[in-house]
Each structure stands twice: as structure tokens, then as C-alpha cells.
């Protein structure tokens, strides 16, 4: 496991740092928030990503084979055993076999199984529309996405999550995806970022955060990279990148940036050194690292190398009422190579 108290450890060269922290990623026994914590979805999620991102396709296979086994017989991932079924924790688990499923050659077929059970869940899954008030709020109710918990209204993280989830599935030209594309421009602000659900509440517009912006910026790069709100969202981010101190929000940051390949290298490379080798003055978990890890493959990373390549292939019809294609059929003949930081 991951301990804060040896982030001074991370010391040398950019790779040699990189090298470090994959390792330490690697060898973890369990997959937490905080140091010393049980195993979760999220993070044990993003642990196999991290690691896959990188071409280290044997160590991902601990962390895989621990969401198959959180799987619930409806397909959905709790976030923790004795938690609730939620989509967004599914989503994570989803991109995470959706990776395996693409880029590992020997084993990739293991996770096509829990794959599609979640891809299904997921489809299945969804917030609730309420009527539209305009002397309230002014994004569209009736739009619907993904929430945080089963039978609430639509949040733009679970959302974007779910959108970048089943686009590495395969899923992007599907009409659930593409409406939740849609709630994600029409909560966009007018800065280009994102506030975590509303837009302008009793005529206020609410202030931009970090963290769901990055996630949103990702998720629209299965609307295309030319687009208007793409353009603005990444505008958001680029004047963000030096004023995160929390390795969440830097990470979306980058990894926002990274999808669309508007990511500045010097910057993102200089501001994520800072925070992989100073202490954070709230103690660091397998969480955090795998976050700042998968981040640091930068736009080249094999998780969008795979969302690329499922968008450039034929779109999948919209799924029946009856049953949903399944997202993934083939896998890769050989592995990829761990690329450097960028």
C-alpha cells in the first residue's frame, strides 16, 4: 500500500519518479481512499486504469479481479460491499474491464462477461427528470443522465463518468449516451467549466470546480474534438493547471486536457512533479496515486488510445428495449508499452 509519509521518497528524474510511484501502485495490497483503509470500487478502479494506461497489464490484474468479484448479480458495482448499487461506482468498473478487455492479449476475454453486465446495468440506469422552473434553475430538468444514488436527479460527475465509461465500451453512438452528452453542454457555464450539477440557481450563476470540469472536458471527447464547448472547457482547465493543490482536481485537470491533446507538457509535467514528490496536508491513499499515476501518461495514454479508436470505428445502433449489443468482441493481438510522462 501507498503510504503519504513516502511521497519524500519520490525523488530523481521525472522518469525515475514515474518509475517509483508505478511501483508503488503496483505492489499495493489494497485499493483505498486513505492510507490504512479498506479496499473500494473507485479506487481499486483506478489502479487497474493507472496501470493499464501504462502497459502494465499483469499488475492490473489484482485490482480486476477484485471489482469482478464486488459484481452483483444485476451487473451493477457497489462502491463498497456493503454499500448501495450506484451507477457511477459501476462506471468505473466498466472502464476498467472495457481497458482490459481491449488491451490485454492473453486475458482480455475474462472481463467481457462482467463487461456486458455492467454495460446492460448501466443502459438500464438512470436520474430522474423533473419539470423545468426557470425562476429557480436554468439547466434542463428534463434531460436525464446518471446519479449518485439510484432515484435522484442527474449529476454531472456520475454522468460524465458513465459517458467516458460506455464510450470505451463501445457504446457512444447509443442514445443514452447521447443524451447524457447532451445534459453535459447544457449544464456547461459560461466559462467553460462545470459546477457539480447546476448551472444559475435564483439567478446566480454558481462558481466552476476543478475536479467535475476535468471530468466533464474527458467525457466530451465523445462529441468530437472541434466542437465550441470543447474549445471553451478546455480554456477553463489550461487556466486552472497551476492553481490546483489537491492531486484529484490536478489530475482531472490533466486528464481533461490529455483527451482532447490540449495538455501543455512543460506545465502539466512541472505542476504534477510538485505534488507526487511534496506532502499533502491531508495523508494520501492508493486513491490518490492512482489518480496522479494514470494522469501522467498524458495524452497518449492507452486509455485514449481505445476511446480514439472506438470512435473512429462504426457506431453501434441504439440498443432495442430488449437487449443492449455487446460493447466488446474482439481484443488486440499484442500488448502496448509504457509510454513517458508527458
Not at 429557480?136 to 463518468?161: F, K, M, N, Y
Not at 453542454?185 to 466559462?191: A, G, M, P
Amino acid at each position: 500500500m501507498v503510504h503519504d509519509d513516502r511521497a519524500t521518497e519520490l525523488t530523481g528524474t521525472d522518469e525515475e519518479v514515474l518509475a517509483d510511484l508505478l511501483k508503488q501502485v503496483a505492489c499495493c495490497g489494497t485499493w483505498s481512499y486513505r492510507p490504512a483503509g479498506p479496499s473500494a470500487t473507485e479506487p481499486a478502479s483506478l489502479a487497474a486504469i493507472a496501470l493499464l494506461a501504462h502497459g502494465q497489464l499483469q499488475a492490473a490484474q489484482k485490482p480486476l479481479r477484485f471489482l469482478r468479484s464486488m459484481q452483483r448479480p444485476d451487473g451493477t458495482v457497489p462502491a463498497s460491499s456493503e454499500a448501495e448499487a450506484a451507477p457511477w461506482t459501476t462506471a468505473w468498473a466498466v472502464l476498467a474491464w472495457a481497458m482490459a478487455a481491449e488491451l490485454e492479449p492473453a486475458t482480455g476475454s475474462d472481463w467481457l462477461s462482467p463487461l456486458n453486465a455492467a454495460v446492460q446495468a448501466l443502459m438500464r440506469l438512470r436520474g430522474l427528470a423533473a419539470p423545468t422552473d426557470e425562476r429557480l434553475i436554468q439547466h434542463d430538468t428534463r434531460l436525464t443522465g446518471w446519479s449518485w444514488v439510484p432515484g435522484t436527479h442527474s449529476w454531472v460527475e456520475p454522468t460524465a463518468l458513465t459517458v467516458l465509461a460506455l464510450t470505451a465500451a463501445g457504446m457512444a453512438g447509443t442514445a443514452r449516451v447521447q443524451e447524457g452528452l447532451q445534459l453535459l453542454l447544457d449544464r456547461q457555464l459560461s466559462c467553460g467549466g462545470w459546477n457539480y450539477g447546476n448551472t444559475v440557481v435564483l439567478g446566480h450563476e454558481l462558481r466552476p470546480h476543478v475536479q467535475p470540469s476535468g471530468m466533464a472536458t474527458a467525457a466530451l471527447v465523445a462529441a468530437g474534438n472541434r466542437s465550441e464547448a470543447v474549445r471553451r472547457a478546455c480554456h477553463y482547465l489550461e487556466t486552472q493547471l497551476t492553481t490546483c493543490t489537491g492531486a484529484a482536481s490536478f489530475s482531472w485537470c490533466w486528464l481533461g486536457l490529455a483527451a482532447h491533446r490540449q495538455d501543455p507538457a512543460d506545465t502539466c509535467r512541472r505542476e504534477w512533479r510538485k505534488l507526487v514528490t511534496s506532502r499533502s496536508n491531508t495523508p494520501r491513499g492508493p486513491y490518490h496515486w492512482a489518480l496522479l499515476l494514470w494522469a501522467a501518461a498524458g495524452r497518449e495514454n492507452h486509455v485514449w488510445q481505445v476511446i480514439r479508436q472506438r470512435l473512429s470505428a462504426n457506431a453501434p445502433s441504439p440498443p432495442s428495449r430488449t437487449a443492449v449489443p455487446s460493447p466488446v468482441t474482439t481484443k488486440k493481438a499484442s500488448g502496448p508499452t509504457s509510454p513517458p510522462v508527458r
